[in-house]
């Protein structure tokens, strides 16, 4: 029994001695060689908490007031918090005697995985001293929940301009009963039934979810990301894919085929241009005649398959704003010609835009930023 005891302490003193190295030497390759990794933050982690709640009976997914989130991924924590209306953003009066900004879209435009201060309606606030406000949200909302969003919560803020960033890569589906019902297990989310112009606005859940879910599982990795610098490098690790000896974000590596690339800019249905014009003339109608600009963001899939001439997607959304006194910017053609590595606007871990990303999306939008802010200021 002794031998035994004696093997078992043995073991476990290798074990810990080896735990304690491992844990050495991964905090001194994260703070001194990889700081793209982030630091442990000795906390513990309830994944049964969400910043994006079903919380909303018309456009769906939001964030409960005065909530608060540690979103923890392989290449970042961020912390969100959520003011008394649900928006991420700084505390906001309905009313305001000061010209403000309403801006729609989904997690681009909310700032997904970027820091506050960072993101692109942080850059403008900050650099024309009006407020931006940010109704941007994930959890598949486009178009359709923007108008429906508008409609029944944005339109009750004061605001002098709009606008509206859009995503080709899943705006164009978010509105479709099919999209909806592949994706809305957690979620009841809107679609359109029917045919241009003759839409109805149906739902994938006839109630409001109940909130029950449960996991644990993920709440040990993601307690166990925030104690762990081995785990932090194993997780982060697994954001890539080693080719040709040469790691490569996964998602990046997975568009590296472009003849298997697929992109909305290019390859929607007219049954899906349809919907999102739709959408968008009924955002038109509630704005009531407030100046409105538009802009399209690509993903690092949609800059592979560019070939320098304007985009089918972006061609029709021009003339849609042309015809509706919008004005128009398609970020496609600026953000290819502004550097030779587009990666470098999104996230390693995430193909979403990253602080610099933000930065350059700004940079590129000033001039029709100014002409909107030009507007409301007269």
């Given at each position: 029994m002794k031998k035994?005891?004696?093997?078992?302490?043995?073991?476990?003193?290798?074990?810990?001695?080896l735990v304690v190295c491992l844990e050495i030497g991964s905090c001194s390759y994260i703070r001194f060689v990889?700081?793209?990794?982030?630091?442990?933050?000795?906390?513990?982690?309830?994944?049964?908490?969400?910043f994006w709640v079903d919380n909303n009976p018309y456009f769906g997914v939001w964030h409960d007031p005065n909530s608060s989130y540690m979103?923890?991924?392989?290449?970042?924590?961020?912390?969100?918090?959520?003011?008394?209306?649900?928006?991420?953003?700084?505390?906001?009066?309905?009313?305001?005697?000061?010209?403000?900004?309403?801006?729609?879209?989904?997690?681009?435009i909310e700032g997904y995985?970027?820091?506050d201060g960072k993101r692109l309606t942080d850059l403008a606030e900050k650099h024309y001293g009006l407020e931006f406000l940010n109704f941007g949200t994930s959890g598949g909302h486009g178009p359709l929940n923007e108008w429906l969003q508008y409609k029944h919560m944005v339109k009750y803020f004061d605001h002098d301009a709009i606008v509206i960033g859009i995503l080709p890569?899943?705006?164009?589906?978010?509105?479709?009963?099919?999209?909806?019902?592949?994706?809305?297990?957690?979620?009841?989310?809107?679609?359109?039934?029917?045919?241009?112009?003759?839409?109805?606005?149906?739902?994938?859940?006839?109630e409001m979810p109940i909130r029950?879910?449960?996991?644990?599982?993920?709440?040990?990795?993601?307690?166990?990301?925030?104690?762990?610098?081995?785990?932090?490098?194993?997780?982060?690790?697994?954001?890539?894919?080693?080719?040709?000896?040469?790691?490569?974000?996964?998602?990046?590596?997975?568009?590296?085929?472009?003849?298997?690339?697929?992109?909305m800019y290019y390859d929607f249905t007219p049954e899906m241009w349809d919907m999102m014009r739709y959408c968008l003339e009924q955002i038109v109608k509630?704005?009531?005649?407030?100046?409105?600009?538009?802009?399209?963001?690509?993903?690092?899939t949609d800059f592979l398959r560019y070939d320098g001439k304007e985009a089918p997607a972006a061609k029709l959304l021009r003339e849609f704003c042309s015809d509706n006194n919008i004005d128009f910017v398609?970020?496609?053609?600026?953000?290819?010609?502004?550097?030779?590595?587009?990666?470098?606007?999104?996230?390693?871990?995430?193909?979403?835009?990253?602080?610099?990303?933000?930065?350059?999306a700004f940079e590129l939008l000033q001039p029709s930023i100014e002409k909107l802010v030009e507007k409301i200021n007269k």
């Amino acid at each position: 029994m002794k031998k035994m005891f004696d093997a078992l302490r043995g073991v476990f003193i290798f074990l810990f001695v080896l735990v304690v190295c491992l844990e050495i030497g991964s905090c001194s390759y994260i703070r001194f060689v990889n700081n793209n990794i982030p630091l442990p933050t000795y906390s513990m982690v309830n994944a049964e908490s969400s910043f994006w709640v079903d919380n909303n009976p018309y456009f769906g997914v939001w964030h409960d007031p005065n909530s608060s989130y540690m979103h923890n991924k392989q290449c970042a924590t961020v912390y969100y918090k959520a003011n008394s209306h649900g928006m991420r953003d700084p505390e906001r009066s309905l009313k305001s005697a000061k010209p403000r900004v309403a801006v729609l879209g989904d997690s681009f435009i909310e700032g997904y995985i970027v820091e506050d201060g960072k993101r692109l309606t942080d850059l403008a606030e900050k650099h024309y001293g009006l407020e931006f406000l940010n109704f941007g949200t994930s959890g598949g909302h486009g178009p359709l929940n923007e108008w429906l969003q508008y409609k029944h919560m944005v339109k009750y803020f004061d605001h002098d301009a709009i606008v509206i960033g859009i995503l080709p890569s899943n705006d164009f589906t978010d509105s479709m009963k099919k999209k909806v019902y592949m994706e809305s297990d957690r979620y009841r989310r809107p679609y359109l039934e029917g045919t241009y112009p003759n839409y109805k606005v149906l739902y994938s859940q006839e109630e409001m979810p109940i909130r029950n879910r449960s996991d644990l599982l993920k709440s040990f990795d993601h307690t166990l990301r925030e104690w762990s610098y081995t785990y932090r490098i194993l997780r982060y690790l697994d954001s890539f894919d080693l080719k040709n000896m040469d790691f490569r974000a996964r998602w990046q590596s997975k568009a590296d085929n472009k003849e298997k690339v697929c992109s909305m800019y290019y390859d929607f249905t007219p049954e899906m241009w349809d919907m999102m014009r739709y959408c968008l003339e009924q955002i038109v109608k509630e704005a009531d005649g407030k100046p409105i600009l538009l802009f399209v963001i690509p993903r690092y899939t949609d800059f592979l398959r560019y070939d320098g001439k304007e985009a089918p997607a972006a061609k029709l959304l021009r003339e849609f704003c042309s015809d509706n006194n919008i004005d128009f910017v398609d970020l496609m053609d600026p953000m290819y010609k502004y550097t030779k590595t587009q990666e470098d606007y999104y996230l390693l871990c995430d193909p979403h835009w990253n602080a610099y990303g933000n930065e350059v999306a700004f940079e590129l939008l000033q001039p029709s930023i100014e002409k909107l802010v030009e507007k409301i200021n007269k």
